[in-house]
């Protein structure tokens, strides 16, 4: 049964009216987690913990003392901290690592009575786009076996997908929230950059990176996004605008708006042609609704995802280099001395994909190569962040696909990397920019796969991005 609710009011007023309890939505979740095991989507789950804490909330519920969240059942990201409780990112480095303080945002869902039931696989230190670099071994897309669930928080898009958990946190640095929504036929916010607090997010790009709702809903994402944002003052980039009641301002799309799409993606080589007829289709029934939509020319197109990479390689580099096999974490069994305690832990700690970042991000912020690399990537950014505002200084919001074909077969990128890198082209621009972005899962193609389109809107404009959202789920449906 708990496969079925959409949202958390659903689930809530079926609690309120005694159709169902905590305690059996949970066991329905762990029954689910057991039948989708072969799935991989967990690094741990907290079996007893969760039922204990169920008890809990249903007595909360009993005698009207629960929180907003009471009956949300929802796992996490595992590199996001949860005192007392693993944490390894996906990591060998990281393994048998226990976190001895909870991030921002695992404290606010724990407020409200979220049950968190467990840490969900995701790629090495969030570096991938298909779930594959994980040192547990890849996530297998619920919709079709063969492929990947997309990533790198692909464990949190497909325990939601296979109701696993009615929703997941995961955490975005240039579309790891997104694309696997769309793999998986879920809903992915990106919260604008600052709105939610990185404490206690295990750092990959610190410029970049984002915790944000996977759910079945666009009401869902609303509602837990104004649960876990605004200021903490433990993350000095974290904005201190004050939180707008994004469930409660949930409304029907009234007016109407002005919509851009870009030519360079509708021109784009790689895109997918069913995915490319979706976002046409989406476009005439806008247009035939009354909206304007036009094209606009995004003439960076190209540079995007260059200038993505250079940049996050450059901070994980720096991130990264506080995993020495001396503070925590792993430290390799063969290391006699300083330099083989480092050398040798961090070679035998980290995958391959995460140390070929390192290198190219050292390489990149290199006393010969600063200027050419990194100096330069922080002006194209710049341009690229100038060219978007333009255009949503003049649109309400910029549509794309959020990746240009639906979810690939497991084991494509053991190839050639850049092939998965290029799959990042339509969702990094927000994520360059600092501005949020939504992935809905609008249809299935003719192979029965998701197909998600994103939307993007100006920094912290939240509230419109998720009623047009709310709008464009329906809007073929209807
Ligand atoms: N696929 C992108 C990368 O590998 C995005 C990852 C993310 O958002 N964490 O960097």
Do not use: W
Request: hydrophobic share 35%; with cysteine.
């Amino acid at each position: 049964m708990v496969n079925t609710y959409t949202t958390l009011t659903a689930i809530q007023q079926d609690l309120r009216e005694g159709r169902t309890t905590v305690k059996e939505l949970v066991n329905g979740y762990l029954a689910n987690i057991a039948r989708y095991q072969h799935l991989n989507a967990f690094n741990e789950v907290f079996t007893e913990e969760a039922i204990q804490r169920a008890a809990d909330v249903d007595a909360r519920i009993s005698s009207g003392e629960a929180g907003r969240l009471a009956g949300l059942v929802i796992s996490i990201k595992d590199n996001i901290c949860y005192k007392g409780h693993q944490v390894t990112a996906s990591s060998h480095i990281l393994e048998n690592f226990t976190s001895v303080f909870s991030s921002t945002v695992v404290e606010r869902l724990l407020e409200q009575d979220a049950i968190i039931i467990g840490r969900c696989n995701c790629d090495e230190f969030a570096m991938g786009g298909a779930n594959e670099n994980s040192y547990f071994g890849p996530v297998k897309n619920m919709a079709d076996e063969t492929r990947a669930p997309g990533g790198s928080s692909g464990g949190s898009a497909v325990s939601v997908q296979a109701g696993m958990a009615h929703a997941s946190i995961g955490t975005d640095t240039g579309g790891s929230i997104r694309q696997p929504a769309s793999f998986c036929g879920v809903v992915g916010l990106k919260p604008t950059y600052g709105r939610v607090s990185r404490h206690g997010i295990i750092a990959y790009a610190s410029s970049f990176d984002q915790a944000g709702p996977i759910t079945r809903s666009v009401e869902d994402a609303a509602l837990l996004l104004e649960v876990i944002a605004g200021a903490d003052g433990y993350d000095s980039t974290q904005s201190r605008r004050p939180v707008p009641s994004y469930s409660i301002e949930l409304a029907p799309v009234t007016g109407k708006k002005k919509i851009a799409y870009l030519r360079e993606v509708m021109d784009s080589e790689g895109l997918d042609p069913q995915v490319k007829a979706c976002l046409v289709d989406h476009i005439e029934a806008l247009k035939a609704d009354g909206h304007t939509v036009e094209p606009v020319s995004f003439e960076y197109l190209d540079h995007v995802v260059p200038t993505y990479y250079i940049l996050t390689m450059a901070e994980a580099s720096s991130n990264l280099a506080r995993y020495d096999g001396v503070h925590y974490g792993y430290r390799s069994p063969n290391a006699t001395d300083l330099t083989t305690t480092y050398k040798r832990s961090r070679s035998e700690g980290f995958g391959t994909e995460v140390k070929r970042r390192i290198m190219l991000g050292t390489f990149v912020l290199s006393a010969g190569y600063y200027d050419a690399y990194y100096a330069k990537a922080q002006k194209v950014r710049r341009l690229i962040q100038q060219r978007t505002n333009a255009i949503l200084e003049e649109y309400d919001m910029i549509l794309t696909p959020t990746a240009p074909e639906p979810a690939f077969k497991i084991g494509r990128q053991d190839i050639d990397p850049i092939v998965t890198y290029l799959e990042d082209i339509f969702t990094v621009q927000a994520s360059l920019a600092g501005v949020p972005a939504i992935s809905v899962p609008v249809q299935n193609n003719s192979a029965g796969l998701p197909l998600g389109l994103q939307l993007c809107t100006k920094a912290f404009n939240e509230v419109e991005l998720l009623n047009f959202a709310t709008y464009l789920l329906g809007l073929r449906k209807s």
